[in-house]
């Protein structure tokens, strides 16, 4: 048998893991599973917007040909416009990479920056992209803690203590994925406090900027370190409802001779695979103009906010369950006291609630999170569908109270 290669040693991912493909195997069997594993809105009933299939469909012969390895100039001239609006300064249009997903972009960044034993910081929990390319490029992922009793912050001072002579980069998920948490502008200064003062690459993923409720307001990272290397990650995937469309971006800011290497390394990377899929650039310049069909439903009536509620409000029944509300995107982190209840860890409650409920959820641990029982909702369906769901795992984790 011929070995796999020992970078994929750690890889993994547990969102479509062995968790899903259970699921896809009941399912395959006659077995309806409720699926609040992937942050898929398409699947649950959300409409591409107007303005989105308008420029897909009118533009259509622009995205023919190949074009610029960095991307289309008219949807890096919006993007640019996009960012100089959320505070980044001295960033222009060739400062942007367009490419297929922040999948695509973060695996360019990672192999361009990332050295075999090289560290970078991420937070726990974390995105699992982010940790299976640390891997991927030989790196060494180190996690800070992110503290649930501080509205899952991260702790600044778990974080300094982590840094060594070995650490490059600084991995900052802002809103989180998956806790749904707006971090607080005082976080943010002392995270760039942080790199400022051990020479540290800030990554700041930044999807979820135009998912925020209640009235709270995203501050990008990069604008308020404006002397720090960052390279800044956004999409349009969740807010513009096209995740298969695969359409992200990064931009660098700060000190232009900082990243110069780094940039000429992307741009190889770039170059070897073309270009990113022309026809989701289209709907760029679109979708950055529309942000009407992002706010509706986020605000009372919204989908995104009366999904919420209804996810709370059946959480908030289940005694030893425990949650913090997410301020944005559709992720709740919750934690069930395992004093309470009789499940080995994480990974045994969610394979049980899957088989005896047929609801599937996903365990902490793939999120990088190993402190107590916690697993993450997708809260996508509509409002009496979480509502049963919640309904079902309160009447569920009874039968295995201590």
Request: charged letters at 25%; one cysteine or more; aromatic letters at 8%.
């Amino acid at each position: 048998m011929i070995a796999c290669s020992d970078r994929l040693e750690y890889v993994h991912s547990d969102i479509r893991g062995p968790l899903y493909q259970e699921a896809l195997r009941m399912e395959a069997e006659g077995t309806p599973v409720l699926k609040l594993n992937t942050g898929n809105p398409a699947r649950f009933g959300f409409k591409l917007p107007v303005s989105v299939r308008r420029a897909l469909t009118q533009h259509i012969d622009e995205a023919v040909p190949y074009c610029d390895v960095r991307g289309m100039q008219a949807a890096r001239d919006v993007i640019c416009t996009y960012h100089i609006g959320k505070g980044l300064k001295g960033v222009r249009p060739d400062d942007i990479f367009i490419g297929n997903g922040v999948s695509e972009m973060a695996s360019m960044l990672m192999e361009a920056l990332i050295g075999t034993g090289d560290e970078i910081l991420l937070p726990s929990p974390c995105y699992s992209l982010w940790s299976n390319n640390t891997y991927l490029c030989g790196g060494v992922p180190v996690f800070y803690r992110c503290n649930p009793a501080y509205h899952w912050n991260p702790d600044l001072a778990d974080m300094e203590r982590k840094i060594t002579p070995k650490t490059k980069a600084v991995l900052v998920i802002n809103p989180n994925n998956p806790t749904g948490a707006l971090y607080s502008r005082e976080t943010l200064l002392g995270i760039a406090e942080l790199a400022r003062r051990h020479h540290l690459v800030i990554l700041a993923d930044e999807i979820y900027d135009r998912l925020v409720m209640d009235d709270l307001e995203h501050e990008s990272l990069a604008a308020l370190a404006p002397d720090l290397p960052c390279v800044t990650f956004n999409g349009l995937s969740k807010s513009h409802i096209i995740c298969g469309f695969r359409c992200g971006w990064m931009i660098f800011s700060g000190p232009q001779e900082e990243l110069k290497e780094v940039r000429d390394g992307v741009m190889k990377l770039a170059a070897m695979r073309l270009c990113g899929n022309a026809l989701t650039q289209l709907v760029i310049p679109a979708a950055l103009a529309d942000s009407a069909s992002t706010q509706a439903m986020l605000v009372p009536g919204g989908r995104l906010y009366e999904q919420r509620g209804a996810t709370c409000r059946g959480l908030d029944q289940i005694d030893g369950a425990s949650y913090e509300k997410n301020d944005a995107a559709f992720y709740l982190f919750p934690a069930l006291d395992q004093e309470r209840f009789r499940f080995e860890n994480a990974g045994d409650f969610c394979m049980r609630f899957l088989h005896e409920c047929h609801v599937l959820v996903i365990p902490g641990p793939g999120f990088d999170w190993h402190e107590d029982l916690r697993f993450r909702i997708v809260m996508l369906p509509e409002p009496a569908a979480l509502a049963e769901a919640m309904a079902k795992m309160g009447e569920f984790v009874q039968r295995y109270r201590r």
